[in-house]
């Protein structure tokens, strides 16, 4: 499956567990939705990435990519220390610049 090089880049720091290089991987000005909460912008996002490493530790296996224009859904199996773990996830991504702008989180 091909990959645009940012989303390799959001899977490889999640992999590693570097939030500071996951938050990269993202606009200043991005928004990222996840579990019914909203972060505004790469400090909001690397907080809420480097909680989320920390307390589940998950890992994604891409399953499928599909991209249309600047938006594209990566369905991944999600496992980690987390309540149900695995679960299959659709990372809903709109980039820009090889960067992402908006990702929500969906199941």
């Known amino acids: 499956?091909?990959?645009p090089q940012v989303i390799e880049r959001f899977i490889e720091t999640q992999?590693?567990?570097?939030?500071?290089a996951f938050a990269e991987c993202f606009t200043e000005?991005?928004?990222?939705h996840d579990e019914g909460k909203t972060h505004?912008?790469?400090d909001e996002i690397q907080q809420w990435i480097e909680h989320s490493m920390q307390a589940y530790k998950s890992a994604l296996?891409?399953?499928n990519y599909e991209q249309s224009g600047s938006k594209g859904i990566l369905t991944?199996?999600?496992?980690?220390t987390f309540p149900g773990s695995p679960l299959v996830l659709k990372f809903?991504?709109?980039i820009n610049n090889g960067q992402i702008q908006h990702l929500k989180v969906t199941d």
Do not use: Q, T, W
């Open 1 to 3: 499956m091909e990959l």
């Open 15 to 20: 992999h590693i567990l570097d939030s500071k």
């Open 29 to 32: 000005s991005a928004i990222v």
């Open 40 to 42: 505004n912008g790469k």
């Open 61 to 63: 296996e891409p399953l």
């Open 76 to 80: 991944a199996n999600v496992s980690g």
């Open 92 to 94: 809903h991504f709109d």
